[in-house]
Nanobody
Framework: QVQVVESGGGLVQAGGSLRLSCAAS????????MGWFRQAPGKEREFVAR????????YYADSVKGRFTISRDNAKNTVYLQMNSLKPEDTAVYYC????????????????????WGQGTQVTVSS
């Protein structure tokens, strides 16, 4: 079973940038479609971005498109989320997870379509 650990969160001013990392265990990391989600206090967990096994295909939530970039390094078993032009509404705990299905389907945004969740990393954007 894959285990993931997120890192890279912190406090940043609006307009700033952060890069989150998600380090995964196991030798089959490159076989998995990976995704990032976030959850703000009092809100449901929401989809942010996802990336195909090779990294050649990506898909973003409309709220982050053009500001966030998901990438992966299969040699390092790591998925990244580069977040630029951060806004206070981006404040949340950010999680990475593995898609239950290994085939690339563009639109898979439901948390119940993913497993192997990490503990999350807090991102706070001040205004």
């Amino acid at each position: 079973q894959v285990q993931v650990v997120e890192s890279g969160g912190g406090l940043v001013q609006a307009g700033g940038s952060l890069r989150l990392s998600c380090a995964a265990s196991g030798r089959t990391f490159s076989s998995y479609v990976m995704g990032w989600f976030r959850q703000a206090p009092g809100k449901e967990r929401e989809f942010v971005a996802r990336i195909s096994r090779s990294g050649g295909s990506t898909y973003y939530a409309d709220s982050v498109k053009g500001r966030f970039t998901i990438s992966r390094d299969n040699a390092k078993n790591t998925v990244y989320l580069q977040m630029n032009s951060l806004k206070p509404e981006d404040t949340a705990v950010y999680y990475c997870a593995k898609d239950i299905v290994s085939t690339w389907y563009t639109i898979r945004k439901g948390p119940d379509e993913y497993d192997c969740w990490g503990q999350g990393t807090q991102v706070t954007v001040s205004s």
